[in-house]
């Protein structure tokens, strides 16, 4: 569902994957894991990339610490109107009509009608991309 967290441990973790850093979602960039020394477990070092600001974060714990998952539902949905910065849609399966803001690199790409990809988040909707033709 929607909005739940999984746990799963750092050293399962891997690049193009998802970690919750700070509270917020994000999708792993890069890692850098580090050999046990003498008295304790290997580091796991995760550099993230989060998908609510784009800002860039980091995370170190032990390969055997837990840390918590965002569970990423992709789904697609139809635009019914665009206004600005912000764009309402209808998703195909459930037909719920929403409210998402348009990301600036997306913004000439939006037109009513047209079929887009979105990702839902921890109860964030994330425009992903236009797929569709009007």
């Not at 569902?1 to 917020?24: C, H, N, T």
């Not at 860039?56 to 910065?85: F, N, W, Y």
């Not at 929403?98 to 909707?125: A, C, L, T």
């Amino acid at each position: 569902m929607a909005g739940e967290v999984i746990y799963g441990q750092m050293g399962d973790l891997k690049i193009g994957r998802f970690v919750i850093v700070e509270g917020e979602p994000c999708k792993i960039v890069s890692m850098d894991k580090s050999k046990p020394g003498k008295h304790g477990a290997a580091k796991v070092n995760v550099v993230a990339m989060s998908l609510l600001s784009g800002n860039k974060k980091t995370l170190m714990k032990s390969s055997d610490a837990d840390v918590e998952i965002p569970v990423v539902t992709r789904k697609r949905a139809q635009i019914v109107s665009a206004a600005g910065t912000s764009a309402q849609l209808m998703d195909s399966e459930t037909f719920e009509v929403f409210e998402v803001p348009i990301p600036e690199e997306m913004q000439s790409d939006v037109e009513v009608g047209k079929e887009i990809q979105y990702m839902d988040v921890m109860g964030r909707r994330l425009l992903l991309k236009v797929s569709g033709e009007s």
